[in-house]
């Protein structure tokens, strides 16, 4: 646009665009600010109000458009439940859940007519993004803010990027997220330098696009930055893997109460040096516990690094599981403690080496 131009569609100039032939135009929209089709808009929560939804209708600013991208540039929304009471029954027991991680007060969510909308979200998530199909009958962002909330009225400001279909920025089919590069960082929503917690009823990948001449990628964390705890009493130590991840409700072999939530890494397994041998590990795709790390059946070779998980799959991608409760029986063991259900900030690099697969 020309300055003037942006002027009167009602955003600002900022720098120059097109070969200075332009200028760069932002739109800043808030609560209730209706219907709006400009690329490059904030969806802010400038004029916010306390027990009331903020919303904002983001539709296709050209027909070849085929995802938002949605930056939380600032995104303070009060925290999910983090009282370990429990909600279920009268009292402690076989069976008895809680509600950490269910977001109660403030809610945020994207609607995507058309196509699977991603997970409700609340608590920290600045630095976080989002990739949602483009809907022809437009998307729309709510921010519900609860009569309890302790959020500021500066709790988020959102960029959303409209990405064409021939965009090479835009995501593979699938994917919540999408991470460019032979390093970085992924983080469960609400982490917050693992002083959050994992929210419920979370379902969702995050990809990781292969860089050129790579072959494997690898994961990692250090202790404090993963909880995603197994089932109650079970007697399998901090680390699980596939049959111990993912068991849902009060069933057998969680015989108090079932620790769902995990993550899937396809065919994950120990990093392979030149000296290892194949029986030093198994391949497996469900993690889960408050240990990550992947499954040897016999002492890793020289060099394999700790709390590490290795693939040759591809697309490369991480995906993330939790259910709407977490049980707390047996106390000393329990899943449904804050400890134990931070989420995870795993760290990744790719690199041109191959596999020895199990």
């Given at each position: ?161 409209q990405i064409e279909c021939s965009s090479k920025t ?189």
């Open positions: 646009y020309t300055s003037s131009e942006c002027t009167v569609k009602g955003g600002t100039s900022s720098g120059t665009c097109a070969s200075s032939f332009g200028v760069c135009c932002v739109f800043e929209k808030s609560c209730g600010a209706g219907t709006f089709s400009e690329n490059s808009t904030y969806f802010t929560s400038s004029s916010i109000t306390v027990g009331s939804a903020c919303t904002l209708t983001i539709c296709k600013s050209q027909s070849d458009v085929c995802q938002l991208r949605l930056d939380f540039e600032t995104f303070a929304l009060n925290n999910p439940v983090t009282v370990t009471d429990v909600t279920n029954l009268a009292a402690v027991g076989d069976g008895s859940s809680n509600s950490i991680g269910q977001c109660q007060t403030d809610t945020f969510s994207v609607s995507a007519p058309g196509s699977r909308a991603p997970p409700i979200i609340c608590g920290t998530n600045t630095g976080q993004h989002m990739y949602v199909n483009a809907a022809d009958s437009c998307n729309l962002m709510t921010a519900n803010i609860g009569t309890g909330t302790t959020a500021t009225t500066s709790a988020f400001t959102i960029k959303v990027t835009k995501a593979p089919d699938g994917c919540l997220q999408y991470f460019t590069g032979t390093t970085g960082t992924i983080e469960t929503f609400n982490f917050n330098a693992a002083a959050g917690t994992l929210l419920t009823n979370q379902d969702y990948s995050a990809c990781i696009r292969s860089e050129r001449t790579i072959c494997t990628i690898c994961y990692w964390a250090a202790a404090a930055n993963y909880g995603l705890n197994n089932f109650n009493g079970d007697t399998f130590g901090m680390v699980g893997f596939d049959t111990l991840c993912g068991f849902e409700g009060h069933n057998l072999p969680a015989i108090n109460g079932g620790g769902y939530d995990y993550i899937e890494i396809p065919n994950g397994q120990c990093d392979s040096p030149v000296a290892n041998v194949v029986s030093t590990t198994s391949s497996n795709d469900r993690y889960c516990g408050t240990s990550f790390n992947c499954k040897a059946v016999a002492a890793n070779a020289a060099g394999t690094p700790a709390n590490t998980v290795c693939t040759s799959t591809r697309p490369f991608k991480v995906s993330v599981h939790s259910d709407s409760v977490e049980y707390g029986n047996p106390a000393a063991l329990a899943e449904g403690s804050l400890a134990n259900n931070r989420g995870f900030s795993l760290g990744y690099f790719q690199k041109t080496s191959c596999l020895t697969k199990p």
